[in-house]
């Protein structure tokens, strides 16, 4: 009997070590994580994005873009920003993404002010926020706390969403990442700041079908002759054009409008309206304030995908090279 009691109480005991030591291993984070460590953390990024936004507006949803997709491939741990070869800077999904100097000047900045405190991946989440705010969008408050990581593939970009698959496609690739059919269209409506280059959407313009005038069908027959102005079908295939016609610089919810009316530009885009799984989501953030309060919401889900912990994560020094 006593030797019973005896091999609960030792079951017990090493059921709350392993839970002690699985919290104290689990990386968290909170808001106001760099309260007491470095206090003008947030502010010192805020200020880095607003002083790059004032010369170059592009920045703004170049950070917005590069935030998912560091969050999508190995997690929020700023593992696109590392240089070398076969990284997932070098990757095709990411030849395109803008804002690094923004980056690594802020974290320069942070150097100065606390050495080896703040993350790089904090930093991006930080500045993504700000990036949306200074383009009229909503404020939310960011949890920070997070770890940089130690690897960085550019084989691993195949987790990054396509501008040609399907909505189930898309919402399986969110679900592995513990994100909802209403976070892919919340997050997707980020593309209402920001341009894509013509070679992503001209297939949908010219020969997309052998019937009538060869253009993708679901595009408003008022809106084709816009775009096919903006990229002839041999023209300059790396011309930017606006995600969301007529309002490309500022951060709100006429995106869905477009997308009701078929005036989506990437099919990616469109395929949210045209598909009855996504159409309700789309339809409840037609309202400007809907969509900022789960813009946030959403945000900050995505942004504690895949926290590093112990030894998977560090502090880098210099945000493109793991220490």
Not at 25 to 32: F, I, K, L, M, P
Not at 62 to 88: I, K, W
Not at 139 to 145: A, D, L, R, S
Not at 265 to 293: P, Y
């Amino acid at each position: 009997m006593e030797s019973a009691r005896l091999i609960q109480t030792s079951l017990l005991v090493f059921l709350l070590l392993s839970l002690s030591v699985s919290f104290v291993h689990c990386q968290a984070t909170r808001v106001g994580f760099y309260s007491k460590s470095c206090p003008r953390a947030e502010s010192i990024v805020r200020s880095t994005v607003q002083a790059h936004f004032q010369s170059n507006p592009t920045v703004a949803p170049g950070l917005l873009r590069m935030h998912f997709h560091d969050c999508f491939v190995q997690g929020c741990d700023a593992s696109v920003l590392v240089d070398g070869p076969n990284t997932e800077k070098t990757a095709g999904p990411n030849l395109g993404l803008r804002g690094y100097e923004v980056i690594d000047d802020a974290k320069t900045n942070l150097e100065a002010a606390c050495p080896g405190v703040v993350s790089c991946a904090d930093i991006l989440a930080l500045a993504a926020r700000d990036s949306v705010v200074l383009t009229n969008g909503p404020n939310w408050q960011v949890p920070t706390g997070r770890k940089d990581g130690r690897v960085s593939l550019a084989s691993d970009t195949t987790d990054l969403p396509g501008f040609t698959e399907s909505i189930d496609a898309q919402k399986k690739k969110f679900s592995a990442k513990g994100l909802n059919a209403q976070d892919l269209v919340t997050l997707v409506g980020g593309h209402t700041i920001g341009t894509s280059a013509c070679q992503f959407f001209q297939y949908r313009l010219y020969n997309f079908t052998t019937t009538g005038n060869g253009a993708d069908p679901t595009i408003n027959p008022i809106f084709l002759p816009q775009l096919r102005a903006l990229c002839p079908q041999n023209g300059d295939a790396t011309r930017r054009v606006g995600l969301d016609t007529g309002s490309q610089n500022r951060f709100d919810s006429s995106f869905f409008s477009n997308l009701r009316t078929g005036r989506g530009v990437l099919e990616s885009d469109q395929k949210l309206w045209t598909d009855a799984s996504t159409r309700n989501f789309v339809q409840s953030l037609l309202g400007s304030n809907a969509f900022n309060v789960q813009f946030g919401k959403s945000m900050v889900k995505m942004s504690n995908i895949g926290l590093k912990s112990g030894t998977q994560g560090e502090i880098r020094k210099v945000c493109s090279k793991i220490n």
